[in-house]
């Protein structure tokens, strides 16, 4: 086999196929090499060394002449070699003839017991081998058991820490709705009860009327009253005329939505987020104007905030920064991506799935 791939590659190098004839002979040195057979592996060296220079390869033609001159030296000592040990061979044997057959059974028994020795020897490592291995794989196994209880511990723990942040957020909204009820039935009430008592020009008259309106805003800002009446849109376009006033800061808001129906959880996650990331920019990216657009696009809604301030670089941002967002965005499994760069503004798309379930009130 290994002659006849030798014969081929030959063949293909003298035909002009030199790559494939190349390729024939490296397969067939291998297999010489692996095998031993140093006259084949001789002329392989040979023919290597021609098909390279042919290509004009000489630092391999030069590699492959080397080594052809260096096994033909190997063989020609091996023979030389050869000949030396079969004098001694046959000058040894004339003197040990009778030795030999002496000895011949005290081999066989030496044999035997090496071969018994050697069965014992193969029993035990064959039993070695087995517990090392059942070792491995008891060791194995508990290690998955632990990583497996580990990610299970892991899964609870971000599951219950979820679950608080969750009852937080509830607990503020419904803290935020208590406050507002409260600002409106009875200070809001007594607020207006003084404002109708007092005559119109009296003094103190601007002033009450100054504390119903911070009251009315103060309860706005707690719950939007027409996030849960008119839903998301109208919300955040009262958002965005408050904001304005009170930032002085061009807000610009359009949407492009089928349905303002969603469900009470979704748009109130929606209407904070928005609040979060336009008082982050008035805030920090010192913006000329803001631009807050929601759309939506198959099963997402998605809201996106847009400043021209000073951006930042996002390989400074610290790991905390935006946890807010992160928190409110993963409560409702949604998603957001951030892109900035310094002086050039920032741009925030947070997507939301849709969930019909609890919808708030049609618009009237």
Same mark, same amino acid.
């Given at each position: 086999?290994?002659?006849?791939?030798?014969?081929?590659?030959?063949?293909?190098?003298?035909?002009?196929?030199?790559?494939?004839?190349?390729?024939?002979?490296?397969?067939?040195?291998?297999?010489?090499?692996?095998?031993?057979?140093?006259?084949?592996?001789? =002329?392989?060296?040979?023919?290597?060394?021609?098909?390279?220079?042919? /290509?004009?390869?000489?630092?391999?033609?030069?590699?492959?002449?080397?080594?052809?001159?260096?096994? /033909?030296?190997?063989?020609?000592?091996?023979? @030389?070699?050869?000949?030396?040990?079969?004098?001694? %061979?046959?000058?040894?044997?004339?003197?040990?003839?009778?030795?030999?057959?002496?000895?011949?059974?005290?081999?066989? @028994? $030496?044999?035997?017991?090496?071969?018994?020795?050697? #069965?014992?020897?193969?029993?035990?490592?064959?039993?070695?081998?087995?517990?090392?291995?059942?070792?491995?794989?008891? %060791?194995?196994?508990?290690?998955?058991? #632990?990583?497996?209880?580990?990610?299970?511990?892991?899964?609870?723990?971000?599951?219950?820490?979820?679950?608080?942040?969750?009852?937080?957020?509830?607990?503020?909204?419904?803290?935020?709705?208590?406050?507002?009820?409260?600002?409106?039935?009875?200070?809001?009430?007594?607020?207006?009860?003084?404002?109708?008592?007092?005559?119109?020009?009296?003094?103190?008259? *601007?002033?009450?009327?100054?504390?119903?309106?911070? =009251?009315?805003?103060?309860?706005?800002?707690? +719950?939007?009253?027409?996030?849960?009446?008119?839903?998301?849109?109208?919300?955040?376009?009262?958002?965005?005329?408050?904001?304005?006033?009170?930032?002085?800061?061009?807000?610009?808001?359009?949407?492009?939505?089928?349905?303002?129906?969603?469900?009470?959880?979704?748009? +109130?996650?929606?209407?904070?987020?928005?609040?979060?990331?336009?008082?982050?920019?008035?805030?920090?990216?010192?913006?000329?104007?803001?631009?807050?657009?929601?759309?939506?696009?198959?099963?997402?809604?998605? +809201? $996106?905030?847009?400043?021209?301030?000073?951006?930042?670089?996002?390989?400074?941002? @610290?790991?905390?920064?935006? $946890?807010?967002? =992160?928190? #409110?965005?993963?409560?409702?499994?949604?998603?957001?991506?951030?892109?900035?760069?310094?002086?050039?503004?920032? *741009?925030?798309?947070?997507?939301?799935? @849709?969930?019909?379930?609890?919808?708030?009130?049609? $618009?009237?």
């Amino acid at each position: 086999m290994v002659s006849q791939l030798a014969s081929l590659g030959s063949i293909l190098c003298r035909e002009g196929k030199l790559r494939q004839g190349l390729d024939t002979l490296h397969l067939a040195l291998s297999m010489a090499e692996e095998q031993d057979f140093l006259p084949i592996t001789t =002329n392989i060296y040979a023919a290597l060394q021609a098909a390279y220079q042919d /290509q004009n390869d000489y630092a391999n033609a030069l590699l492959y002449q080397e080594r052809l001159q260096l096994a /033909q030296s190997y063989l020609l000592n091996k023979e @030389k070699i050869n000949r030396i040990s079969e004098l001694e %061979v046959k000058f040894e044997t004339a003197q040990k003839e009778k030795a030999l057959i002496e000895q011949e059974r005290e081999n066989l @028994k $030496k044999s035997r017991q090496l071969a018994q020795n050697q #069965r014992t020897i193969t029993f035990l490592l064959s039993g070695l081998i087995l517990f090392g291995l059942l070792g491995i794989l008891w %060791v194995q196994r508990q290690q998955n058991l #632990r990583l497996e209880a580990d990610r299970e511990m892991e899964k609870l723990q971000q599951e219950k820490e979820w679950e608080q942040l969750r009852s937080f957020f509830r607990g503020q909204e419904e803290e935020r709705k208590r406050i507002a009820n409260d600002l409106h039935d009875s200070l809001g009430g007594m607020l207006y009860a003084l404002r109708l008592k007092l005559p119109t020009e009296a003094p103190g008259t *601007s002033l009450v009327q100054q504390a119903i309106e911070e =009251n009315r805003r103060i309860i706005h800002d707690l +719950l939007p009253p027409s996030l849960t009446h008119a839903g998301l849109i109208e919300a955040l376009d009262e958002w965005c005329g408050t904001f304005e006033a009170n930032w002085n800061i061009p807000i610009y808001f359009d949407e492009e939505i089928s349905s303002d129906h969603h469900s009470l959880t979704l748009e +109130l996650a929606a209407y904070r987020i928005a609040q979060e990331l336009t008082h982050n920019a008035a805030k920090h990216a010192e913006p000329t104007e803001i631009r807050l657009s929601l759309f939506e696009h198959e099963s997402e809604l998605i +809201l $996106k905030v847009t400043d021209n301030g000073k951006g930042f670089d996002m390989s400074e941002v @610290k790991i905390d920064a935006f $946890k807010t967002l =992160n928190s #409110r965005t993963h409560l409702v499994n949604g998603r957001y991506v951030i892109q900035s760069e310094p002086t050039k503004g920032t *741009s925030v798309e947070v997507f939301l799935p @849709k969930d019909r379930q609890h919808t708030t009130p049609a $618009k009237a």
